[in-house]
């Protein structure tokens, strides 16, 4: 026997883990899905909120590995590195976000099928 979810309680809490990522880039942002794969009992939220905490942590990652380079060139340069390497970080801004409403467009148009962003390493 099929276990039967709620589908607008799914669909808020798949889009609130995805959209966590914009609230802060402090660990609140990764902790709002935390606590919803703790709280839900539904496993697409669950698998939801798991690709949201990888996709966080990607981000992450990805973020320092590429600015900690682009800072540091930057501040060697006077400043002239960031202008050269502006269309590398608005890129990896307008991937960042686009991803994030994909997700969110992904939640709301099909609720009872999981999110996986392209490209990321899973760690959970």
């Not at 991803?99 to 099928?113: G, K, N, Q, R, V």
Request: net charge neutral.
């Amino acid at each position: 026997m099929q276990a039967s979810y709620n589908t607008d309680k799914r669909k808020f809490l798949s889009c609130l883990s995805h959209a966590a990522i914009f609230f802060s880039t402090l660990l609140f942002s990764i902790g709002v899905p935390i606590v919803v794969k703790l709280i839900s009992d539904d496993p697409v939220v669950k698998t939801n909120a798991n690709e949201s905490i990888n996709f966080h942590l990607n981000v992450w990652f990805w973020g320092t590995v590429i600015g900690a380079p682009i800072a540091f060139i930057s501040w060697v340069t006077f400043g002239i590195g960031g202008i050269i390497f502006f269309p590398v970080l608005a890129f990896g801004y307008l991937l960042h976000w686009g991803l994030t409403f994909w997700a969110i467009a992904h939640c709301l148009s099909m609720p009872d099928e999981p999110f996986r962003y392209p490209f990321i390493f899973r760690i959970f």
